[in-house]
């Protein structure tokens, strides 16, 4: 991963990377000229290293409220790519020139306003590059994450650890069973109670998909 500068490809001495909107209001707006020559260098450079194989220019990124919500499936997807250049905007916005000439994707992580698009980046970037092959010590950590796939996108059910017995409370038994059987059903019960509890929205959709089976549709009734 590199980064790069806006500043670093300014003309006047105060390395001037934004200025007023046009048409009044509060707030700076990043210029195109800085941003798009950091993008080429970044381009340039991306295309003279030997550990990237895809061929052409990477796909431009810009961290925006307007984007595309961000998923889990799309870290799926973004983490079978030969990567991306990112676009972190700060101030007012990116003037939409540069927008409409040189970004390929807007990604949202929220309805709600950061700074800047720098921890944006960083939380997209974290959530790809442990989806990639060596990076965890266990790969099933990945596979059994909240929202994924084979889990019906689903939140993940609660995990324990020792001691047994913590300021009166216990592991649940079924943890401590060594009954591989009982202990999926467990984590499965538990991951749908959870969803339920706290993202509906979730558990309609994978009844939408026809991923609840018989008996998670009745113990979602058991729960009501």
Same mark, same amino acid.
Request: net charge negative; aromatic share 6%.
């Given at each position: 991963?590199?980064?790069?500068?806006?500043? *670093?490809?300014?003309?006047?001495v105060?390395?001037?990377? &934004?200025?007023?909107?046009?048409? =009044?209001?509060? =707030?700076?707006?990043?210029?195109?000229?800085?941003?798009e020559?950091?993008?080429?260098?970044?381009?340039? &450079?991306?295309?003279?290293r030997?550990?990237?194989?895809?061929?052409?220019?990477?796909?431009v990124?810009?961290?925006?409220?307007?984007?595309r919500?961000? &998923?889990?499936?799309?870290?799926?997807?973004?983490?079978?790519?030969?990567?991306?250049?990112?676009?972190?905007?700060?101030?007012?916005?990116?003037?939409?020139?540069?927008?409409d000439?040189?970004?390929?994707?807007?990604?949202?992580?929220? *309805?709600?306003?950061?700074s800047?698009?720098?921890?944006?980046?960083?939380?997209?970037?974290?959530?790809?590059?442990?989806?990639?092959?060596e990076?965890?010590? &266990?790969?099933?950590?990945?596979?059994?994450?909240?929202?994924?796939?084979?889990?019906?996108?689903?939140?993940?059910?609660?995990h324990?650890?020792?001691?047994?017995?913590?300021?009166?409370?216990?592991?649940?038994?079924?943890?401590?069973?060594?009954?591989?059987?009982?202990?999926?059903?467990?984590?499965?019960?538990?991951?749908i109670?959870?969803t339920?509890q706290?993202?509906?929205?979730?558990?309609?959709?994978?009844?939408?998909? =026809?991923?609840?089976?018989?008996?998670?549709?009745?113990?979602?009734?058991?729960?009501?």
């Amino acid at each position: 991963m590199a980064l790069w500068n806006p500043r *670093d490809f300014t003309e006047d001495v105060h390395r001037t990377v &934004d200025d007023r909107p046009y048409g =009044g209001g509060p =707030g700076m707006v990043m210029m195109s000229e800085p941003l798009e020559r950091a993008l080429t260098a970044a381009q340039a &450079d991306r295309a003279r290293r030997p550990d990237i194989a895809g061929p052409g220019e990477a796909p431009v990124v810009l961290l925006s409220p307007a984007g595309r919500p961000y &998923d889990q499936a799309a870290a799926r997807d973004w983490a079978r790519t030969d990567g991306a250049v990112f676009i972190c905007g700060r101030y007012e916005g990116v003037d939409q020139r540069f927008i409409d000439r040189c970004v390929t994707h807007e990604i949202s992580l929220g *309805d709600y306003v950061l700074s800047g698009g720098e921890l944006g980046a960083m939380v997209v970037i974290d959530s790809i590059v442990r989806l990639l092959p060596e990076v965890l010590h &266990d790969a099933q950590s990945a596979e059994q994450d909240s929202f994924n796939p084979a889990l019906t996108g689903l939140l993940d059910s609660p995990h324990y650890t020792r001691p047994e017995l913590w300021q009166d409370s216990a592991v649940p038994a079924e943890l401590l069973s060594g009954h591989h059987a009982r202990i999926t059903v467990w984590r499965r019960r538990q991951s749908i109670a959870l969803t339920g509890q706290r993202r509906p929205d979730l558990i309609e959709a994978a009844r939408a998909r =026809g991923d609840l089976s018989s008996e998670d549709e009745a113990w979602l009734t058991s729960l009501r």
